[in-house]
């Protein structure tokens, strides 16, 4: 076997026409053995994924993801990482021209610090009370200051890493923030008001 001699680097063609980009998104995948896994990207380009995760495939192995903000990606592992693994994307060139359109709006999106809620209304839940939880099931208490369709600012004791991925109430998403008590949460996905309303039990405007 060659698992150790295949590198991660883009090829000659994806160096001249993309470029990796670091990225703070998550998603879950899935291995050969039929098994599901949470993880987060931490970088891109439309044709290699590096992954971080608590759960690593065998180089060589097929793997298809499911990337918030990208969809669904298929790829075979190239090399394993101390905490996750890297994966190079078997697409058409339409899917990685696609991919790269994509790459560049996050990128975008993060370089300018132009989180999606700042183009929502906040307001504040009728129902502030409500759970903060980790992915290794760990729940802390919290307080709703305000939240949107996109994102919610909360008070709370403990302040999870920058990009860590975490559960409010049900809804997913990540830590974007941090302020003095507490912390920013962008939804992976944009929300329904209803949605909301039903989870917060949030007036309706």
Partial sequence: MRPAAIDYAPSRAERRNF??????????????????HAGQVVDMSPGNVAFRTDRSGAAGEKVIAYIDHIGRVEGVITRTLPDGFAMTVIASDRKKDKLAAQLTWLANKHELDLPEDRRHERVAPRNPVSALQLMDGRQYPCRIIDLSLSGAAIEIEVKPAIGVQVTLGTMRGQIVR???DGVAIEFAVIQRPESLDTEFNRPRT
């Fill in 19 to 36: 470029q990796r980009v670091r990225v703070k998104i998550y998603g879950r995948f899935m291995l050969e053995d039929r098994t599901e």
């Fill in 178 to 180: 941090h302020f003095e």
